[in-house]
């Protein structure tokens, strides 16, 4: 079976559990996606399948992307990703569409997706640094202080939390619990937040355990 799908972080809602109480849940659109090629060891090296999620005008489209998509007549699509296999079943062809009932029987998930960029920031904002004193006559309240010895080793550590760009990164949020799989809306509900912005593109993946 397929690893995964490509979708989309519709936003965090909050639903009550069986016990009455509050579950932070995070609604994802998973698919469908529509399957653009199979690779097998014998021709492409590796086994993987390779889908395509949501449709993009040709006007906006590569000649290459049109061409690629035009082989299973599925349109051109945004997102496309691969999914390694180890085993190719027969039931799977290009231009077949996969939908979110591939999670029926998953208990958790991993979810990839980029972080919220926050643009360059001082150390309190991204590591949580205290900052000097915030009385009269401190003119550095914000500052980080002493980031190297003098003598040795005599120039900065490689690795010192300093003010630098912040976010804007490739995260994996690991074994967020599946709580409804809504095959009518093609929605996954979890529990726990994701990362990225509302609207933004995300890789659902089956959890290693699952596999």
């Known amino acids: 079976m397929i690893a995964g799908l490509l979708g989309k972080k519709l936003g965090m809602t909050q639903i009550f559990g069986k016990e009455g109480g509050l579950i ?10 529509d399957l653009l090629q199979i690779k097998s060891k014998e021709n492409d090296g590796y086994s993987a399948l390779q889908i395509g999620f949501e449709e993009k005008k040709k006007k906006r489209a590569s000649q290459a992307e049109i061409g690629h ?5 599925t349109g051109v699509k945004r997102i496309i990703r691969e999914f390694r296999t180890d085993d190719l079943d027969t039931e799977y062809e290009p231009g077949q ?23 360059f920031a001082g150390v309190m904002k991204r590591w949580g640094f205290s900052g000097g004193p915030a009385t009269h006559g401190c003119t550095t309240p914000r ?8 003598t040795s080793p005599g120039h900065v550590v490689k690795g010192k939390k300093m003010a630098g760009r912040m976010g804007g990164k490739r995260i994996t949020v690991k074994n967020l619990d599946v709580i409804k799989v809504d095959k009518d809306r093609d929605m996954l509900i979890v529990k726990g937040a994701v990362p990225g912005p509302n609207g933004s593109y995300v890789i659902i993946r089956k959890s290693r355990s699952e596999s």
């Open 97 to 119: 569409t996969l939908t979110v009932s591939i999670f029926d029987d998953v208990k958790s998930i991993d979810v990839i997706g980029t972080s919220k960029g926050k643009g």
């Open 24 to 33: 932070p849940v995070t609604l994802l659109q998973a698919g469908p996606c």
């Open 69 to 73: 998509c035009s082989k299973v007549k």
């Open 143 to 150: 500052s980080a202080g002493s980031v190297g010895a003098g």
